[in-house]
């Protein structure tokens, strides 16, 4: 079984460019989640799939981030325009079920993003 | 102020040797989860802890769980090489319709000394 793959696995763009990462999660988890680590903080959720439909998104931190799921398959987070803020790595993690109890998240080796 | 938070921020041990993390947190939970973060890679979930369950075992992990005060403990006996990275305690939302949707402490970096 594959596991859940992110790309690119870095990044680097200057500030007020545009970069979208991508996440495929392992194949049938209908839940996909994306999570953040910036520099010297904690890990952080930013929002939750399930299937094509976005359950929670109250970690998104602001509207220069979009993140789409179509299809229910891989998922998009764009983030357009990036801020120096921004810099950090990016987890996509995913689970079958929805419930923490009997789904543990299953994480992407993330995406490390710069902004310059 | 976080809802997680670990103790201490970094380890060094000896192969051979346990290593001991503590964990504090502010809310009520449904669970608490540990996760393994080798450098460059992404999390691997260790072993989950229900809210009316004080202690559980796994290989050689140990949890512990004090809801009263609101803390765990993660203890690796028998530590090995293999055994350095970060790890980091999650919580849940303590709403079982928020599933997945973890608070994650800051983590304490272990290294295991051969």
């Known amino acids: 079984e594959a596991g859940v793959t992110q790309f690119p696995s870095h990044s680097v763009i200057e500030k007020g460019q545009t970069v979208t990462l991508r996440c495929d999660p392992i194949s ?24 094509e439909s976005k359950q929670d998104e109250s970690g998104m931190p602001n509207n220069r981030f979009l993140a789409e799921r179509t299809g229910g398959t891989y998922s998009t987070l764009k983030v357009q ?7 950090g790595v990016y987890f996509c993690a995913s689970s079958q079920g929805g419930s923490s109890y009997n789904s543990p998240l299953h ?3 993330g995406t490390r993003l710069t902004v310059t | ?23 504090s947190y502010k809310t009520s939970i449904n669970n608490l989860q540990w996760y393994r973060q080798n450098s460059g ?14 202690e559980k075992h796994s290989g050689r992990l140990r949890v512990t769980l004090d809801t009263s005060k609101k803390s765990s403990s993660l203890l690796i006996t028998a530590s090995r090489a293999a055994d350095t990275a970060s790890y980091f305690c999650a919580t849940d939302a303590g709403i079982k319709a928020a599933g997945n ?8 970096r272990v290294l295991v000394k051969p």
Not at chain 1, 41 to 49: G, N, R, T, V
């Open chain 1, 28 to 51: 049938g988890h209908d839940n996909l989640y994306w999570y953040r680590r910036v520099m010297g903080k904690e890990i952080k959720f930013l929002l939750h799939f399930v299937k």
């Open chain 1, 81 to 87: 325009p990036a801020e120096l803020e921004d810099s």
């Open chain 1, 107 to 109: 994480f992407g080796n």
């Open chain 2, 1 to 23: 102020s976080q809802q997680g938070e670990e103790d201490p921020q970094a380890l060094s041990i000896q192969e051979g040797e346990n290593a001991t993390m503590n964990c």
């Open chain 2, 41 to 54: 890679r992404g999390l691997v979930h260790l072993i989950l802890i229900r809210s009316n369950e004080r």
């Open chain 2, 101 to 108: 949707k973890l608070t994650f402490g800051g983590g304490t």
